[in-house]
Nanobody, 120 residues
């Protein structure tokens, strides 16, 4: 079992940037493909980005493509989400998890989430 802890969220003005981190313990992350999701109250958890175990392939949702970048440092057992040109509609709790695809059912080992708030 791998335990994931997200960090790096906060309050930022529209147009600003944040970098989220997802740190793992228990097992090495290099064995897992990883994804980022986000959720706002009353809505389903939404896919944001995913990355293969070695970081060779990434995929980003259309809503964040060109603004967000997923990456990983397996030596640090950490996955990142660089978020630029933030918009108020990016406000959500952001989660990382192990797995692949765009559906939450394909993911496990969810972290507790980190809140991102973008003010207009």
């Amino acid at each position: 079992q791998v335990q994931l802890v997200e960090s790096g969220g906060g309050l930022v003005q529209a147009g600003g940037s944040l970098t989220l981190s997802c740190a793992a313990s228990g097992r090495t992350l290099s064995n897992y493909a990883m994804g980022w999701f986000r959720q706002t109250p009353g809505k389903e958890r939404e896919f944001v980005a995913r990355i293969t175990a070695r970081g060779s392939t990434t995929y980003h949702a259309d809503s964040v493509k060109g603004r967000f970048t997923i990456s990983r440092d397996n030596a640090k057992n950490t996955v990142y989400l660089q978020m630029n040109s933030l918009k108020p509609e990016d406000t959500a709790v952001y989660y990382c998890a192990t797995g692949w695809g765009t559906d939450t059912s394909m993911y496990d080992n969810w972290g507790q989430g980190t809140q991102v708030t973008v003010s207009s």
